[in-house]
């Protein structure tokens, strides 16, 4: 365990000795080693002192400079050390991670500067390691197969022979496939699908030696929004079935970006049903001799799990710019979801008679068991369908049904909120109209200190603005080169959907005068790989549609931010539903959700005292006059938007 960075007295307040010695580092030590004295610094240094000193939950809203991470890292580092368990610091997403690990980052400079070791390791999400078993398919398969044979042959000797197995070491990170487009990586990656627990790999699996790694940590663990909401969700589940729960005991939690946290919360709480994974876990149930009625009953399982499937798969219709499709409630439907729940119950009363015979291998019997109850679990939600928001995505193995439950924040409040412990939400948008209310309600939180601190920058004269109420895919597109060629590229574009990135990404292929720039697309190599490549190649344009939070790169790589459209709330099922159960949806549901992203998208262009640049908005929602007051509102105080046209 490492020791505190100043002289403990045991009789004085622990959190009380140690903001002293923050506001030494801020005041005396980084000042000394070059940094600049902010002031909005301290006063965040001496908000969160009361926020550890109570163990309460606090929005920490503060603006792009101030040099919010620096505050947060140093009271959870020493509050870690004080209770002797690691904090947490949740990221929005995995480019965040990377950003506060990179060997420049935030972690790596408080290190440096004031003399620390600060043990740091990384809980990376499931999905972010190769499936050994999807891995071994995908170099069988048709598409592709040089760089899966080539990936499995570089694979550590242990995984193929386990007489090797003592020189461990972690592997399979998706940063180390940084050239994989996303949908090579979606072959090979782990998936909600994957049965990990009868996996005779899960031993040497690169995922499963992350988790002996991150929980050694001392001072931080660093994970996603996901990966935590994910810890969160299954964490009886894992103690019930003898396994540790994903992350260990910790003294607090830091949201990085936390404004992103419900959707993360909603994503760790949703079911996905597939047919072709159901029957192959079903039917290991008659590799035992087993009652010909339990035989007969799980053939009738499978046929109605067929029957229900092809009814949704002809009762869903497509939502224009998202990959999800609605579902159809039907009488119809309700009745072949309550015929596949009544099955599974027979299956259920059967296995009670058939475990006693000891017929059937105990921890298969297990794994059904597990997975029927899962599925009865997703299948209630139908009897009450107004809490219930649920789509088809469509896979080349068949569809998946997504089940979500509509709120999550009775749930957030009584397995996170209640616990007495201090929560820091950290963003420089949390609020809207000075209010942090819309957060707060999203996620059930019913007290929460809260405080905004303002960016230091001069943005009247490092930035300017434009606005353009274009509505054509042709004026936009023109508009577009135009400001691009004022730039000299350095841009950042910025999509609310992929939908409309790849429609961008197409018509450019036929504009010529496009071609005078090179184009760094989302979802074309891995997220870190292609920041620092556009970092690199200074007149590069980046086109992302998760880059509105978080990105960091100060001078003149990026010297222009152009959002592609205004970044309203697609029409999927998740908002329809919010927009169902509000009474002024545009106002409270889809206005909120705009101008939150809209203000982080902002945020991306000024980094630092010197850098300079120009912002770019489209968005045939702008000749509403209602709208284009709000979006001037969020511009950093003294910035003036110009109108643009294409003329």
């Given at each position: ?120 390791r990384l809980g990376k999400s499931m999905d972010q390691y190769i499936c050994l078993n999807k891995l071994e398919d995908a170099r069988g398969g048709f ?505």
């Amino acid at each position: 365990m490492n020791k505190y960075p100043f002289d403990f007295d045991p009789k004085e307040s622990f959190v009380q000795q140690a903001s002293d010695w923050i506001a030494d580092v801020f005041y005396e030590r980084l000042p000394e080693a070059g940094f600049e004295l902010r002031d909005e610094q301290i006063y965040m240094a001496f908000q969160l002192e009361r926020a550890y000193s109570e163990k309460q939950t606090t929005f920490a809203e503060a603006g792009v400079g101030t040099g919010k991470t620096f505050v947060y890292l140093l009271y959870a580092i020493n509050y870690a050390r004080y209770t002797r368990k690691p904090a947490i610091i949740a990221c929005a997403d995995e480019s965040l991670i990377e950003q506060l690990v990179k060997p420049e980052g935030d972690i790596a400079k408080l290190a440096r500067y004031l003399d620390l070791t600060i043990d740091a390791r990384l809980g990376k999400s499931m999905d972010q390691y190769i499936c050994l078993n999807k891995l071994e398919d995908a170099r069988g398969g048709f598409t592709d197969t040089e760089i899966y044979r080539d990936m499995h042959a570089a694979l550590p000797d242990f995984v193929h022979n386990p007489g090797t197995m003592q020189a461990f070491y972690p592997y399979g990170n998706r940063k180390d496939y940084p050239n994989l487009t996303d949908d090579q990586w979606k072959a090979v990656g782990w998936d909600v699908f994957q049965d990990c627990l009868v996996c005779s790999r899960r031993h040497r699996c690169g995922q499963t030696l992350s988790r002996e790694h991150y929980r050694k940590a001392a001072d931080i663990i660093i994970c996603s929004h996901d990966f935590y909401m994910e810890h969160v969700w299954t964490y009886e589940a894992r103690k019930r079935e003898g396994q540790l729960p994903l992350l260990p005991e910790h003294s607090s939690v830091v949201f990085d970006e936390g404004h992103l946290l419900e959707t993360a919360a909603q994503k760790a709480l949703t079911y996905k049903l597939k047919h072709n994974v159901f029957e192959s876990i079903i039917t290991r149930l008659l590799q035992g001799e087993i009652r010909e009625t339990l035989a007969v009953t799980i053939d009738e399982a499978i046929e109605q799990s067929e029957q229900l499937f092809r009814l949704l798969d002809a009762g869903s219709r497509s939502v224009a710019a998202s990959d999800r499709r609605e579902v159809i409630m039907s009488e119809r439907l309700l009745k072949e979801v309550t015929r596949f729940g009544a099955v599974l119950a027979a299956i259920e009363e059967e296995l009670v008679f058939e475990s006693g015979m000891f017929t059937i291998d105990a921890y298969q019997l297990t794994i059904v068991e597990e997975h029927i109850e899962m599925l009865q679990l997703a299948l209630n939600l139908f009897k009450k369908p107004n809490g219930l928001i649920t789509w088809i995505e469509e896979e080349q193995d068949g569809i998946t049904l997504v089940i979500m439950p509509k709120l999550v924040k009775e749930i957030l409040e009584e397995r996170v909120f209640s616990k007495h412990m201090p929560i820091v939400f950290s963003s420089a948008t949390m609020s809207v109209n000075n209010s942090f209310d819309y957060i707060a309600d999203s996620l059930g939180i019913q007290k929460a200190l809260s405080f905004s601190v303002a960016s230091p920058y001069d943005y009247e004269s490092q930035m300017s603005a434009a606005v353009a109420p274009l509505s054509s895919q042709a004026d936009k597109l023109k508009l577009a080169l135009r400001r691009l060629q004022q730039s000299e590229g350095r841009a950042l574009i910025l999509f609310p959907s992929k939908e409309e990135l790849q429609q961008f990404k197409t018509d450019i292929a036929a504009i010529p005068d496009y071609a005078a720039f090179r184009f760094l697309f989302e979802g074309t190599a891995e997220i870190s790989h292609l920041i620092e490549t556009f970092q690199r190649d200074e007149a590069s344009v980046l086109c992302a549609v998760t880059l509105w939070e978080g990105l960091d790169i100060p001078g003149p790589s990026l010297s222009h931010v152009l959002m592609w459209s205004l970044p309203f709330p697609p029409h999927d099922p998740v908002f329809t539903a919010k927009r169902r159960d509000a009474e002024h949806p545009f106002e409270t549901v889809d206005m909120p959700h705009m101008l939150l992203r809209l203000k982080q998208g902002v945020g991306r262009l000024i980094r630092g005292r010197e850098d300079t640049g120009m912002i770019t908005i489209i968005g045939q929602e702008l000749a509403d006059a209602r709208v284009m007051e709000q979006v001037e509102r969020i511009l950093p105080g003294g910035v003036k938007p110009l109108t643009l046209s294409v003329e």
